[in-house]
């Protein structure tokens, strides 16, 4: 009979399952636009057939069983799915019939990158990048000797010289260097011709050191500094090489007494000085907090269980933490038995009071931070100044 029920086991039930996620991904991927996979799908023109599409029971009779670990897959990628251009598949199988999939003519033969690599015991990365360096297959794997690209010789200058050993000595990469030979420049044009600043590769840039060319980039690792942060320190802040590397004081900074420190040491103690500061800020930070809700406590009076009194005095009768209450009445606007935690706190303001509440304390602390900003740059200034005269 067509429309007999037929009994299912707990694992067909779950195998029936899992085919309908397949059909509700096949569907969503070649007919709905905000699938991640619809461009290379139904952007491409792949559809699903009527039968599939209409009956999802068509699709699983189709395709039953599923096998353990494989996957749906077209025969033809070009096509769409119906069931005579559809298979189950292993993640492998479905890897060598991909669109994007890498084969190499090896020895005559039309094979996969992947089974090479594996064969051959060499990661496809590396296959890949000594195949864009000119290399050919054979030589990619080993079967054939080659001559490595950062060791070709170049005529510089009238003199045969080593590709790398040109670049280097110009403040440039090889990588660049080769290219630029290869869109038709000269070598001298290569090397000579600056980096644009966008798209330019950075630690291609040469300095003047002592008399030579330096990559910024060695420099940066001989003094122990990140070569961002010293690229950013030259061209962002206008800051001098040997400023930028630690050696000279930075602009607006105390001068640092450098006689007989390694790199090492001046790195350490740069750490130890920026963590120093940072601890005195915070702390100076919290004093003037503290000093702060003492006046405030010292002045508000309030009625708490019947007694009128500073909130100092209620502290120190009841207890608390000064800080902590002052907050809760003053900028919570608790009342003074929620604030000692005499009543528990339930609903807060809400609504247009909770804006308003919300827009005045933001105002108001970031008024705090301007003026200790401002008390904190006045009291620098005479540091520097009485630095810089010793």
């Not at 067909?12 to 636009?33: D, F, H, Q, T």
């Not at 009956?55 to 996957?71: A, E, H, Q, Y």
């Not at 090896?106 to 296959?127: C, F, K, P, S």
């Not at 966008?198 to 003047?208: C, E, F, L, Q, Y």
Request: net charge positive; proline share 6%.
């Amino acid at each position: 009979m067509p429309n007999e029920t037929i009994p299912l086991s707990d694992s067909e039930i779950v195998k029936v399952a899992e085919l309908k996620g397949i059909w509700s991904n096949m569907i969503s991927r070649c007919y709905s636009p905000r699938n991640g996979g619809y461009p290379d799908y139904g952007g491409r023109g792949i559809t699903v057939c009527d039968r599939w599409r209409i009956s999802v029971v068509d699709f699983i009779r189709d395709m039953w069983p599923r096998p353990d670990g494989m996957t749906l897959e077209r025969k033809n990628n070009n096509l769409g799915y119906s069931p005579e251009n559809c298979r189950w598949a292993t993640p492998d199988d479905q890897n060598r019939n991909r669109r994007v999939s890498s084969y190499i003519t090896l020895l005559g033969q039309r094979r996969y990158l992947m089974d090479v690599a594996a064969e051959y015991g060499i990661q496809h990365t590396t296959i890949r990048a000594k195949l864009r360096s000119g290399l050919t297959p054979e030589q990619a794997v080993g079967l054939e000797p080659h001559t490595y690209p950062l060791l070709e010789i170049i005529t510089f200058q009238g003199q045969e010289r080593p590709l790398n050993e040109v670049a280097e000595e110009n403040g440039m990469t090889p990588v660049c260097v080769r290219k630029r030979i290869r869109n038709g420049m000269t070598p001298e044009q290569a090397v000579a011709t600056p980096l644009s600043s966008r798209g330019g590769n950075p630690t291609d840039k040469a300095v003047d050191w002592n008399g030579e060319k330096r990559s910024l980039k060695s420099l940066a690792s001989e003094f122990h500094q990140k070569y961002p942060l010293v690229h950013a320190r030259i061209h962002r802040l206008g800051w001098t090489l040997k400023e930028a590397l630690r050696i000279d004081p930075p602009p607006g900074r105390r001068a640092w007494n450098d006689a007989g420190l390694t790199p090492e040491e001046r790195m350490h103690r740069s750490r130890d000085y920026n963590k120093s500061y940072r601890k005195q800020k915070v702390e100076a930070r919290q004093l003037a907090k503290l000093n702060e809700c003492a006046s405030y406590a010292q002045s508000a009076n309030i009625s708490l269980a019947g007694q009128s009194d500073t909130i100092a005095n209620h502290i120190a009768i009841r207890g608390g933490d000064l800080i902590q209450i002052c907050n809760r009445i003053r900028d919570l606007n608790w009342t003074p038995e929620e604030a000692f935690g005499i009543v528990k706190r339930r609903n807060g303001p809400t609504g247009a009071a909770l804006v308003e509440y919300n827009r005045a304390y933001k105002a108001r602390r970031k008024a705090e931070r301007l003026a200790a900003r401002s008390t904190s740059q006045e009291t620098d200034v005479p540091n520097q100044q009485s630095s810089t005269g010793a």
